[in-house]
């Protein structure tokens, strides 16, 4: 038994869930969780909007380490995910270690560990600090003219606020990502009236979000861990197929972005209305959206689509760049979130005084997702360049979080005090990363929020094996290994 590491955990969701239990069945427990939210869950806490669905199959939309069989649909709605991650956070006694309500505003690295310190004025002391910060968690909220005058209601769906009426009122969604497609498809039912202001369309998947899956199959599972197991991999190898359409062109690729043109087709039969929905770029070039409602709800007698500009909000509704004035109650943002803002808005300072924002003031980058040059003992869980496009999110923060617990170990073993990535090693992974983004169909000519500022692609172009391989243990030639003078 060597040193006993204090540790912590920024966020509580998906990635800081899996960080504390990785740690804690290696035998750490001295970290504490601090969580903004007042509780679990991340971006499944904070949003609450109607008909949030997760479009990833719940079996494999869970850690490894906490198998669900009885999930209530094939896709999982979002409370019912939220209650999953609380509940793993209660199996896996995570409870003394978390702190709600607990924003980190600072983060100092002191020369030998790390100094973090929340809104309330609490100070952490710590030796390793991991950013499990989360990728969609600011949302992003346009600066429309004429907002401040509006004098119905506004709603940002990841902060929807449930006293705000809907049923029999006149809507206005904005924004046709996943969440807009999704709220659309659930507000139409009880709306007078509902507006969708499309500025580029996308390519929306036929694909059955509402199917149950069945009592008995759970129970099968819950009795037979071998097949829940058999079934996890069936999925994940599933996954593998869904990497390799993403990450190289073939004919697989070509088959899929078929059958996104023939949802399209199939559905929407009215011409004018069709080439209004046709995206000018190639089906899953953005974060594909998978809906069975949403052009059903488009043709509803009380649904309008507007795919003209807006010009203006007005004290009583929208005014689009023809000069017509869309009249409404409510207008519901559905535009997303900034996803590159990890850590931030937070200060941090790494070795010599340098801020976060200036170490990435041409966009995110770290080593292998997770390590940052001029930031010693701090790790990234689902960080830049994570595969949020193409492999299980729980499956790479674990990989991830067991990556981190091996650098612990080795400090716990006394081999150093600090250990900090080189430049010249995070600059070799990045080179790699752009070479391989190069024949992704993220990169076929369309804007997404993929992109940061700087023009790169944040996702990670590798396969899962891949990805596994270059987090299985630490390459100390790639780090500065240092000891506390
Ligand atoms: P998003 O994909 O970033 O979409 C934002 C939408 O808002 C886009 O249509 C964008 O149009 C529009 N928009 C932004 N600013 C605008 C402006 N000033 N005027 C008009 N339109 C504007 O955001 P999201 O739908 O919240 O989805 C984000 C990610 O969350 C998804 O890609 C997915 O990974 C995840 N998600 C998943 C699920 C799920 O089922 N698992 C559900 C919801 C979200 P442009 O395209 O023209 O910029």
Sequence with gaps: MGRDPRIVIIGAGVSGIATAVTLQRNGFHNFVILEKG?????????????????????????????????WSQVFAPGPEIQRYLADVAGRFELGPHLRFDSEVVAAEFTGSGWRVETGDGVVHEADFVIAATGVLHHPAMPDLPGLGDFTGQVLHTARWDDSV?????????????????????????????????????????????????PALVGAVLEKLPQVNKALYQAGMAGAKLFTDVVTRPSWRRRVVQ?????????????????????????????????????????RARNSELVTTGIETVTPTGIRTRDGRDHEVDVIVFATGFRAHDYMRPMNMTGREGISIDEAWAKGPRAYRMTAIPGFPNLFTVLGPNSPTGSIP????????????????????????????????????????????????????GCNSWYFTEGGNIDLLPFDRHTMETMLAAPDERDFHLRRNA
């Design 393 to 444: 999110l729980h499956h790479a923060a674990e990989v991830t979080a067991r990556y981190i617990t091996a650098w612990i170990q080795r400090w716990q073993a006394g081999e150093f005090d600090t250990v900090e990535v080189t430049e010249e090693a995070t600059g070799r992974f990045e080179a790699e990363v752009a070479e391989a983004l190069g024949p992704t169909v993220w990169n076929t």
């Design 165 to 213: 009426p809907t049923e029999g009122r006149r809507i206005a969604v904005i924004g046709t990502g996943s969440t807009g497609v999704q709220v659309v498809s659930a507000l139409q039912r009880k709306a007078e009236r509902i507006t969708h202001f499309v500025r580029s369309p996308q390519w929306v998947i036929w694909a059955p979000m509402n199917l149950p899956q």
């Design 258 to 298: 078929e059958y996104a043109r023939v949802s399209l087709r199939a559905q929407i039969r009215n011409p004018e209305m069709r080439e209004q929905l046709t995206p000018d770029y190639q089906p899953l070039c953005k974060r594909q959206v998978l809906s069975a409602s949403y052009y059903r709800a488009l």
């Design 38 to 70: 007042s509780d679990v869950g991340g971006v499944w806490y904070w949003n609450r909007y109607p008909g949030l669905t997760c479009d990833v199959p719940s079996q494999l939309y869970q850690f490894g380490f906490a198998p669900k069989p009885d």
